[in-house]
């Protein structure tokens, strides 16, 4: 009898366990994950253990074309932690949405080239006169960004022509097709066609940094998943450093989420872990850089995605950041 009942506690209380267990996992929400290049210490983190290794389990990625259906997605699936847009976010806390930005992940555009065919005239942003350059779409970062090279290039914004291709994969069909002059890639789209182009703008050598990506949450996920909040930091903190010390390797975590070959992968890695943009590099640890952020800022209003005053104070929250990197930078 004793050992019945001895048999039946071991079991209600494995039971628990469990229970527990299963109620510790999470999803996350990353823009673009799979495609673009911002989301790869994700993947690293996984593949590494990270997550576990900071007593969190996170049990699938929600992932999406970014943009506000990233956001969209996080919010509608309860998800403690999201990467997004810092512009996307922006504009929702001024149409009401009630979201906290706790984590500054991706520092500058660096993954971006302009490319154009081996024989075409246009040799540098100089030569944008008369283009036709590709965009994804409307109010997209890479509208705004073309916007900046044609200021950068001395031109009128009526020199050029803007023509939205839909996503970066398109944008290399209408380059193909002769629909655009130049066209936007992103990195690892850039590693894959890079000998199929030629690059005659580079983000890193050509933009200041611009904040791509931050982390999110909103007031009652802050409160009811804080601690795992924090550990999902900690761990892409941990994959960005080992990404930084070990590119190639780090690249065959990488491949497994995203579909590419792995030369892309190493040479994606290669290229953003070794990239300063004026000295800031490509994936942060989640540190604040401010300035970074009111430049995106300031490109989301060039295409009417931002109006009026933003309080960067009010919006800003570094509680859940390891101690050593929650002074803001400037």
């Known amino acids: 009898m004793h ?77 403690p932690y999201g990467e997004v ?3 996307v976010v ?52 890479s509208q705004g960004l073309a916007m900046l090279l044609v ?8 020199d050029a022509e803007l023509v939205r291709t839909g996503g970066f994969g398109e944008g290399v069909a209408a380059l193909d097709t002769g629909m655009i002059d130049v066209a936007p890639l992103a990195e690892p789209l850039w590693s894959k066609f890079k000998d199929k182009y030629r690059a005659v703008a580079v983000a890193s050598e050509t933009l200041p940094p611009l904040d791509n990506v931050i982390g999110v949450t909103t007031p009652n996920m802050a409160a009811e998943k804080g601690n795992f909040i924090r550990a999902v930091i900690r761990a892409r903190r941990k994959a960005v450093e080992y990404m930084t010390a070990n590119p190639d390797d780090a690249a065959l975590a990488v491949v497994k989420h995203y579909n590419i070959e792995p030369e892309v992968a190493k040479s994606a890695l290669r290229f953003l872990t070794t990239s300063k943009t004026n000295g800031v590099p490509y994936w942060g640890s989640g540190q604040i850089h401010l300035a970074g952020m009111k430049r995106m800022i ?23 950041l390891p101690e050593d990197i929650r002074k803001v930078i400037e």
């Open 3 to 79: 050992k019945r009942l001895l048999v039946r506690g071991i079991a209600i209380a494995a039971l628990a366990l469990g229970l527990q267990g299963a109620a510790r996992a999470e999803q996350i929400a990353v823009g673009n994950f799979g495609v673009s290049a911002n989301g790869m210490p994700y993947a690293v983190a996984l593949e590494k253990g990270y997550f576990k290794a900071e007593g969190i389990d996170v049990s699938g990625i929600i992932t999406s074309a970014g943009g506000g259906t990233s956001l969209r997605n996080m919010l509608a699936g309860g998800v």
């Open 85 to 87: 847009n810092p512009g």
């Open 90 to 141: 922006i504009a929702a806390i001024q149409q009401g949405a009630d979201l906290k930005i706790i984590s500054d992940n991706v520092l500058t555009v660096a993954e971006f080239v302009w490319a154009v065919k081996p024989d075409s005239k246009i040799k540098s942003i100089k030569d944008f006169k008369g283009a036709k350059i590709g965009f994804t779409n409307p109010r997209s970062t």
């Open 151 to 158: 200021q950068q290039a001395g031109l009128q914004p009526t």
């Open 298 to 320: 300031e490109v989301q209003r060039m295409v009417g995605a931002i109006k009026g005053d933003v309080d960067y104070s009010a919006i800003i929250d570094t509680q859940f």
